[in-house]
C-alpha cells in the first residue's frame, strides 16, 4: 500500500505491473484481482504476496483435447490435467470428455 487507499503491484520477474485504487478492479495482462477495504483502514506500507503460475495450455488441438500444467502439490514438480473430447451430440445437450491427471508431459 502508498496511502490508505492506493496501492502499486509488482512481480517478482516482471517488475512493475501497475497501480490501483481501494475497491476498483486492479487489470493487467500478467494479474486481476480487487482489494475491499475492511474494517481496518490500511496503511502505507501494508503488503501481500501471492503466488501465480503461467495460466493456459500445453497443448490445444482443436477443442478436441486440452492439457493443462499446475505447479503441484508445493510448487516442487508440475502437474498436468488432461481433457479429451471423446462424444458429443449437439441436438441431445451432452459432451463427453475423458479427464486424466499427470506429472510429466512431453510436447511432440
Known amino acids: 500500500m502508498t496511502s490508505a487507499t492506493a496501492f502499486s503491484v509488482t512481480g517478482s520477474t516482471s517488475g512493475l505491473l ?5 475497491g476498483n478492479a486492479f487489470v ?3 494479474v486481476n484481482f480487487t482489494i475491499t477495504a475492511g474494517g481496518v483502514a490500511f496503511i502505507a506500507g501494508d503488503t501481500w504476496t501471492f503466488l501465480t503460475t503461467r ?3 500445453e497443448r490445444r488441438t482443436a477443442g478436441v483435447e486440452m492439457i493443462w500444467q499446475a505447479p503441484g502439490n508445493g510448487g516442487l514438480k508440475p502437474d498436468f490435467l488432461w481433457a479429451r473430447k471423446v462424444f458429443s451430440n449437439v441436438t441431445g445437450d451432452y459432451y463427453n470428455w475423458r479427464l486424466g491427471g499427470f506429472t510429466a508431459f512431453m510436447l511432440r
Open 28 to 30: 493487467n495482462t500478467k
Open 55 to 57: 495460466r493456459g495450455f
Open 18 to 22: 501497475g497501480t490501483g485504487t481501494v
